[in-house]
């Protein structure tokens, strides 16, 4: 079974920036890892994927131009540079990985494997 540590969360004030760092271990790794968030009360919303065979990053629209994601995978790690942050940015941040199709990618149910979650607050 596949193993997901997300790190470096924490509290940052608008305008700030944060790198969180998502380790993977354990079984084979998948061959997709992603981004979501879920703030309070509302579903979790896809923020971006990347996949190992290749380093085309996949970015929700909204956040495209202050959030980036890349990945090394001499450590089976994934990152996630959020610049220019927003109080809306707020949220816990979920690393996942799975085998989604391209069609599929967005979706929350096509990953089968999820870390605990880190927080993310940005204050106005």
């Known amino acids: 079974q596949v193993q997901l540590v997300e790190s470096g969360g924490g509290l940052v004030q608008a305008g700030g920036s944060l790198r969180l760092s998502c380790a993977a271990s354990g079984a084979s790794r998948s061959p997709t890892m992603a981004w979501f968030r879920q703030a309070p009360g509302e579903e979790r919303q896809f923020v971006a994927a990347v996949r190992w065979t290749n380093s085309n990053p996949y970015l929700s629209e909204s956040l495209r131009g202050r959030f980036t994601v890349s990945r090394d995978s001499a450590k089976n790690t994934i990152y996630l540079q959020m610049n220019n942050l927003k109080p809306e940015d707020t949220a816990i941040y979920y690393c996942?990985?799975?085998?989604?199709?391209?069609?599929?990618?967005?979706?929350?149910?096509?990953?089968?494997?999820w870390g605990q979650g880190t927080q993310v607050t940005v204050s106005s």
């Open positions: 996942a990985s799975g085998s989604p199709i391209l069609s599929s990618l967005r979706r929350s149910s096509a990953y089968n494997n």
